[in-house]
């Protein structure tokens, strides 16, 4: 019985713990993407609008990208084609098609979280529409849901350790404090019923032995007359 309150606590508490694990890495996570737009936004801020087309090159790029602490800065023309990037200088090719740049070019501004298919990593985008003119894009690199959570396990290790640890202590309390006194009344009960049942079998004897006593006599009496 010990073991079987142990090992249900444990499941119980492990589940719990799973559970809690997980929708606090969502919670966490959910943070800091919305925390990452509002730095985005107020990166772009920062950018000298005074810039035209021309400008948008390589060199104010990484300048930029330097200004911002190394957050990736792409340039665009207002249909979407890269001009200039801090990180990807190779990659110069029409970004229409990503969320964040059509809701900049209808919308004037867009957000987007995804893995970069230049960087292989994931991102957190933010991209401004100036006047009609030209795009400008803010990158920034952030963790994954499940990275967060994978983060969080040798944390969670630590818990169920000690999960296995209360488990055991709060198995040993209950089979001692709350089995011991039901299997004491247990017994004392089933003491109480062999006592009655002896007593019982003893009145049935003395009855029995009565009965033979009083038909030997009565038959004795019968053999003298």
């Known amino acids: 019985m ?45 950018f000298d609008e005074t810039l035209n087309l021309d400008d948008l090159n390589e060199q104010n790029a990484a300048a930029f990208s330097e200004k911002l602490n190394g957050a990736r800065v792409t340039f665009m023309d207002a249909q979407g084609n890269v001009l200039a990037d801090s990180i990807a200088e190779d990659d110069l090719e029409n970004h229409s098609d990503r969320s964040e740049i059509k809701d900049a070019i209808f919308d004037g501004e867009g957000f987007a979280v995804r893995g970069s298919s230049t960087l292989g990593k994931n991102m957190v985008y933010f991209c401004k529409n100036f006047d009609g003119q030209f795009l400008v894009r803010i990158a920034v690199f952030t963790d994954t849901d499940w990275s ?78």
């Open 148 to 225: 967060i959570f994978a983060k969080s396990l040798p944390i969670l290790l630590y818990f169920f350790i000690l999960c296995i640890v209360l488990c055991a202590v709060i198995a040993f309390v209950s089979t001692h404090f709350i089995l011991t006194p039901v299997k004491k009344l247990a017994s004392d009960a089933a003491n109480v019923i062999d006592d009655t049942s002896n007593q019982i079998c003893k009145a049935f004897a003395l009855r029995e032995n009565s009965f033979i006593r009083r038909f030997r006599l009565a038959f004795a009496h019968t053999a003298r007359l």
């Open 2 to 46: 010990k073991w079987r309150i142990w090992i249900l606590s444990l499941g119980i508490t492990f589940a719990c713990l799973f559970v809690f694990s997980f929708a606090a890495t969502q919670v966490y996570y959910k943070s800091s993407i919305d925390d990452s737009k509002e730095y985005l936004r107020v990166y772009m801020n920062s």
